[in-house]
Nanobody, 126 residues
């Protein structure tokens, strides 16, 4: 099994930046792929973006050009750099991991992710 722990959430004014981290531990040798999801107040959980099996990041249109997803060389830590934050980015952000192929190829649908972090709150004020 894979365990995930997110960190780095907080409160920021619109236009500000935050960086989230997600550290994976446990049985990560099976080639799990990782992604970020978020759930805003009163909304369904949505995919923010992830990294596929080729190491390429992909993003939801709502965050493209503002957010950057990266991974460390050991592929056990996933990062989410969020710039130009907007109030509508307010959400609980979750890190997720899942096995190939479903979790490793775009669009990395939520159903293919079997491991989830506890979530970290991001609040953007106007």
């Amino acid at each position: 099994q894979v365990q995930l722990v997110e960190s780095g959430g907080g409160s920021v004014q619109a236009g500000g930046s935050l960086r989230l981290s997600c550290e994976a531990s446990g049985d990560t040798a099976v080639g799990y792929c990782m992604a970020w999801f978020r759930q805003g107040p009163g909304k369904e959980r949505e995919r923010v973006g992830g990294i596929d099996s080729l190491g390429q990041p992909n993003y939801a249109r709502s965050v493209e050009a503002r957010f950057t997803i990266s991974q460390n060389n050991a592929k056990n830590t996933l990062y989410l750099q969020m710039n130009s934050l907007k109030p509508e980015d307010t959400a609980v952000y979750y890190c997720a991991a899942g096995p190939p192929p479903g979790a490793c190829w775009y669009p990395q649908q939520e159903v293919y992710f079997s491991a989830w972090g506890q979530g970290t709150q991001v609040t953007v004020s106007s």
